[in-house]
């Protein structure tokens, strides 16, 4: 590619927050569950209808990996995760969070950035 560095320094920028919708900051202990069975506890840290970024330690989080997310006794969430960076784990929900769980949409009453 011969793109000029100007153009793709704008590029760059424009692609800098492709979210379809807001994220939603919250706070709360979640389950995290692998599909092998690994289970660990995780912060959430944020979310939207479509996703979630939690902080945990656990070291077989890692990008690709399908997952539950739960929180409480309610039904977990199915996830694909698609990054981590520093104990940081984004992820996207299979499905976007229906809207009869009113266990997840309370925790996005609080506001978006």
Wanted: glycine share 8%; with cysteine; hydrophobic share 40%.
């Amino acid at each position: 590619m011969n793109a000029p560095l100007s153009r793709l320094s704008a590029d760059l920028s424009m692609a800098a927050d492709r979210r379809r919708e807001p994220r939603y900051a919250a706070a709360c202990e979640m389950t995290i569950r692998s599909m092998s069975g690994s289970t660990t506890t995780a912060d959430l840290i944020d979310m939207s209808r479509h996703g979630a970024c939690i902080k945990s330690e656990a070291d077989w989080l890692r990008p690709g990996r399908f997952v539950a997310i739960g929180i409480g006794q309610g039904d977990m969430l199915e996830a694909v995760i698609r990054w981590t960076r520093d104990g940081s784990v984004g992820m996207e929900f299979l499905h976007p969070v229906p809207s009869d769980r009113e266990d997840w949409h309370a925790l996005m009453d609080c506001g978006g950035y």
